[in-house]
T-cell receptor, first 115, second 110 residues
Framework: EAQVTQNPRYLITVTGKKLTVTCSQN?????MSWYRQDPGLGLRQIYY???????DKGDVPEGYKVSRKEKRNFPLILESPSPNQTSLYFC??????????????FGPGTRLLVL | QQQVKQSPQSLIVQKGGISIINCAYE??????FPWYQQFPGKGPALLIA???DVSEKKEGRFTISFNKSAKQFSLHIMDSQPGDSATYFC?????????WGAGTKLIIKP
C-alpha cells in the first residue's frame, strides 16, 4: 500500500530534551515536506526537500532541523524543544515533475506536547 | 504575511444542503489551487483542484469556482452528507510549495 508513515504518533516531552520524528514514504517521491498544524493557522511549512541531500527552509524553520540521507526518509529533529513547538506535525511527499507533482500525500500526523 | 484567507472558520449545514467555503489569495503567481479534506486523526487528502485557465471544475458533488480577476476561489459541496463533516483547507501552489488557508470545520447535521 502506498503510504507515508510517521512515528511516533503521540509524544510528550520536556523542554530541552532532543527528539526526532521519523517520516518514511514508499512511493519513490522526490519531494518531502514537514508541516505544523495549529488551530486558526492552517498548515505551515517547516522544511522541505527536493531530493536526497537537498533541503531548504519553509516558512517556520526556527528550532527545527531535517536531513535527507535516503530518498524514502525525512526525519524532523527538534534539538531543544520548547513549549511553543507543541503542535500537530505532518509529513508529506510528492513527485516533482509533471501533473503528478501537484498532489501531496500526507502522513497520519504526530501530536507533540512539550512541557 | 497571510497570502491565503479562508472563510468561514466553521460552518454548520443541514443534510442535503449546499456547503460553500471561500478562499482569497494575494499573489498572481500561483498556478494551482487545490482543496484538501481532513478527517479527525488523519492527514489532509486532496479532494479537488483547479488550474487558473478554467473557471469551474466539478467532480461529483464537489465543485470549485475560480475567479481569477477577483483572486478568489470557492468550494461548493452539493447535497451535503454527514460523511462530509471534516476540516477543509484551500491552498495555493507557488513553485513546489503549497501555501494553506486556515481551514474550515464543516459539520453536516443529519
Amino acid at each position: 500500500e502506498a503510504q507515508v508513515t510517521q512515528n511516533p504518533r503521540y509524544l510528550i516531552t520536556v523542554t530541552g530534551k532532543k527528539l526526532t520524528v521519523t517520516c518514511s514514504q514508499n512511493m519513490n517521491h522526490e519531494y518531502m515536506s514537514w508541516y505544523r498544524q495549529d488551530p486558526g493557522l492552517g498548515l505551515r511549512q517547516i522544511y522541505y526537500s527536493m531530493n536526497v541531500e537537498v533541503t531548504d527552509k519553509g516558512d517556520v524553520p526556527e528550532g527545527y532541523k531535517v536531513s535527507r540521507k535516503e530518498k524514502r526518509n525525512f526525519p524532523l529533529i527538534l534539538e531543544s524543544p520548547s513549549p511553543n513547538q507543541t503542535s500537530l506535525y505532518f509529513c508529506a511527499s510528492s513527485f516533482i515533475s509533471g501533473r503528478a507533482q501537484e498532489t501531496q500525500y500526507f502522513g497520519p500526523g504526530t501530536r507533540l506536547l512539550v512541557l | 504575511q497571510q497570502q491565503v484567507k479562508q472563510s468561514p472558520q466553521s460552518l454548520i449545514v443541514q443534510k442535503g444542503g449546499i456547503s460553500i467555503i471561500n478562499c482569497a489569495y494575494e499573489n498572481t503567481a500561483f498556478d494551482y489551487f487545490p482543496w484538501y479534506q481532513q478527517f479527525p486523526g488523519k492527514g489532509p487528502a486532496l479532494l479537488i483542484a483547479i488550474r487558473p485557465d478554467v473557471s469551474e471544475k466539478k467532480e461529483g458533488r464537489f465543485t470549485i469556482s475560480f475567479n481569477k480577476s477577483a483572486k478568489q476561489f470557492s468550494l461548493h459541496i452539493m447535497d451535503s452528507q454527514p460523511g462530509d463533516s471534516a476540516t477543509y483547507f484551500c491552498a495555493v501552489k507557488r513553485s513546489y510549495q503549497l501555501i494553506w488557508g486556515a481551514g474550515t470545520k464543516l459539520i453536516i447535521k443529519p
